[in-house]
């Protein structure tokens, strides 16, 4: 009988004795299978120590977490050298990488060789002496994993002595499969100083490697606000050591990154645990759609289990990776239908967003859309259409019928979604000053990060209120309040800013930029300030300004996202809005919130605009129905400009539509000065012209 077997049932028999020495018995049994357990793990168990690297890091909005300057945590998991340590540890880029081994009289240098991001674990090289073989711990089979049971969690610390036995924390496991069956879940102290060391059993078997982890957010930092809150994960050895082979293909120039595995749907409906899984929309190019699954599918089971809501779908793919497969059974028009090999793609392989090359004249309730601009030798430029024309049909595709367009440009954009960049469609166009049409055919291109220097001023056919192919109302409503209005929620618990053009005309849809100050800019003078720099811009565009006032010392947290939410919905309710242009405006850790609030309330906000801010983790996957564009802007001498430039990196590489504008004299400061005045009023243009095709 094993150790794991025989001491539950040893301490069983010494609690049920009456003799008081028993307890103390009890105490020393248990203190000494910790130890020969740590014992037998630690050899196994190195310390890593980084350098150089950005200073400072971001685990979302509001948590700024400063480069540690201890030892973190990594665990063999090959005789020749290879390491395996949580990503977390590495969050910061760093220049040198260091490992001391048990056993090993000098430090070793380190290499990055792989990482995967689906589980957050790094893989290190170092190089051994000729003839050596460093000891590599026993997993845990995960069939054998028991809820209850006890769990060792093990720590490199800042002791000198490497033979000496590492920190421990005592717990047991709490709950298996968490993080969508990626994770087991213990109550052993996990922190910072163990992440990338080993979970261990009482007999020094390795269950995991330790990690911060949620299964809401991804990325290096996802999960570490959780610290110290008595809730830890680690990832099964087993599934590691699958992958190995993988990560081991890495090296220091061309490291390997594992990717999370997507279908490339989004569902009908948002409740994760009670609606049925039928699935909403499915973006081009994804392994769903070349699959041939279609929006209104039911999702009935994966990999021949049943599944009856959306969480039990994310549990079913949430362990696979990019390229690998999965079966699908659907149920359509009320006939099953079994998807095979269905081969899952990768977020960061999605298309862009296809793009016409057009402006559309808004609050136009007449059928077609007129185009107000044609970007230079877009699509629609090469095929000759011109200001003024009004687009009345379209359909993808040189061949098949036409889509006659009479719910303007939701309808024209929605035609254009369901297509991609590369292929051919076709728009029937009436000519301006005439009756004379054309039908041409345009090859989609790729929505570019280019800025008109200029459009023109007609923007609005001002009929807002009209219904399409109705009559304009025989009383214009009463004009609401315009100018800088203090308010507060309707609970009196959160107070916010409205700035409303004096000339607001309720039959013009307004752009709305909800700006979320920095920290320490909340007071009403530096409200007032903002919205006197962003005035004159409010009035010449049709933009209301909302400025909601976060209470945190520390700036923006996740939990004000509802309130920052509410605020819009208050404005929604009393003034015209243009859904297809609200922005969410930040900076510094104003705009961390920022890209939270983009990516988390994406039914709300169409569009991120960010300045010396950057994000702490990759982006979400794109939403095809949902679009989502960035301007990114940031001093040339500012000491997160690295930063911001590796987040345009991750946003372009997940297909997202970004624009970067580095200000070369500027610092840490905002737009509104001399410098940065050309790029305020670029990001103003950029603003006016979101909702184009």
């Known amino acids: 009988m094993s150790r794991t077997h025989w001491l539950p049932l040893v301490i069983g028999v010494l609690a049920l004795s009456p003799t008081p020495g028993r307890a103390g018995e009890l105490d020393e049994l248990m203190?000494?299978?910790?130890?020969?357990?740590?014992?037998?793990a630690a050899v196994s168990v190195v310390k890593i120590e980084t350098s150089g690297g950005i200073e400072v890091v971001t685990s979302g909005p509001g948590r700024l977490l400063r480069?540690?300057?201890?030892?973190?945590?990594?665990?063999?998991?090959?005789?020749?050298g290879?390491?395996?340590s949580?990503?977390?540890?590495?969050?910061?880029k760093p220049s040198t990488i260091r490992v001391e081994i048990p056993g090993q009289k000098e430090r070793r240098v380190a290499k990055v060789v792989g990482t995967d991001q689906t589980r957050m674990v790094t893989l290190l090289k170092v190089d051994v002496p000729p003839g050596t073989r460093l000891p590599v711990p026993v997993p845990v089979p995960k069939k054998d994993l028991r809820i209850g049971t006890t769990a060792i969690a093990i720590g490199r610390t800042l002791s000198a002595e490497m033979d000496s036995l590492p920190s421990v924390s005592v717990g047991i496991i709490s709950a298996i499969e968490r993080i969508w069956g990626k994770a087991l879940q213990t109550d052993a102290k996990v922190s910072p100083t163990n992440y990338g060391g080993p979970l261990v059993d009482i007999e020094g078997r390795v269950y995991g490697?330790?990690?911060?982890a949620s299964p809401q957010a991804e990325g290096e930092l996802a999960g570490f606000e959780w610290y110290d809150s008595g809730i830890g994960f680690a990832v099964p050895l087993e599934d590691i050591n699958a992958v190995l082979p993988r990560l081991m293909k890495g090296t220091e120039k061309e490291p390997v990154t594992l990717r999370r595995g997507f279908m490339g749907i989004t569902m009908r409906n948002t409740d994760m645990y009670t609606a049925d899984p039928i699935i909403g929309t499915v973006a081009a190019g994804s392994a769903a759609e070349k699959a041939e699954v279609k929006g209104g599918d039911l999702i009935t089971g994966i990999d021949g289990k049943e599944v009856r809501n959306y969480a039990q779908v994310l549990h079913a793919v949430g362990t696979k990776y990019e390229g690998d497969t999965v079966t699908i059974v659907l149920k359509r028009d009320g006939k099953e239908l079994k998807k095979e090999k269905v081969v899952l793609g990768s977020a960061v392989a999605a298309f862009g967003q296809p793009f016409l090359g057009i402006l559309p004249v808004r609050d136009d309730p007449d059928p077609g859309v007129e185009v107000r601009y044609v970007y230079p030798k877009s699509p629609a430029d090469v095929a000759g259409i011109k200001e003024g024309d009004r687009v009345m049909k379209v359909g993808p595709g040189a061949m098949?019928?036409?889509q006659t367009i009479t719910g303007g440009r939701t309808q024209l954009m929605t035609v254009l979604e369901a297509a991609r960049p590369g292929v051919d469609a076709r728009v029937e166009v009436r000519r301006a000053g005439g009756m004379k049409t054309e039908t041409l055919t345009v090859k989609l291109a790729e929505l570019p990060d280019v800025v008109p220097a200029k459009v023109p001023e007609k923007a609005s056919a001002k009929k807002a209120l009209t219904p399409p192919g109705g009559k304009a109302p025989a009383a214009a409503p009463k004009k609401p309040e315009t100018g800088l209005q203090k308010r507060t929620t309707p609970a009196a618990d959160h107070t916010y800013w409205v700035y409303v053009p004096e000339d607001y005309d309720p039959n013009v849809a307004c752009a709305v930029v909800v700006w979320l100050h920095p920290v320490g800019k909340n007071k009403e003078r530096d409200i007032e300030d903002f919205a006197s720099s962003w005035g004159t811009f409010c009035d010449d565009h049709n933009i209301i300004l909302v400025c909601p006032k976060s209470d945190n010392p520390r700036g923006w947290t996740p939990g004000e996202a509802d309130f920052v939410t509410q605020t819009v919905n208050a404005v929604l309710g009393a003034y015209t809005v243009d859904r297809r242009r609200i922005v969410t405006h930040g900076m510094g850790v104003g705009g961390e919130m920022a890209y939270y609030l983009g990516f988390q309330s994406r039914t709300v906000f169409r569009a991120v605009a960010t300045h010396a801010a950057h994000m702490g983790s990759n982006p979400r996957e794109k939403v095809s129905n949902q679009p989502l564009a960035f301007f990114l802007s940031v001093g040339g001498k500012d000491p997160v400009k690295a930063a911001v430039e590796e987040t345009r990196e991750k946003l372009a590489r997940y297909k997202y539509p970004v624009s970067l504008r580095e200000i070369g004299p500027m610092g840490h400061e905002y737009l509104d000065g001399k410098a940065g005045q050309a790029t305020l009023e670029e990001l103003v243009r950029w603003i006016d012209t979101l909702d184009r095709l």
């Open 31 to 40: 203190e000494k299978a910790v130890k020969d357990a740590v014992r037998t």
């Open 67 to 80: 480069r540690g300057t201890g030892p973190t945590s990594g665990l063999i998991v090959s005789p020749d």
């Open 82 to 84: 290879f390491i395996i």
């Open 86 to 92: 949580s990503a977390f540890n590495f969050a910061n």
């Open 209 to 212: 490697v330790l990690v911060p």
């Open 400 to 402: 098949g019928p036409l």
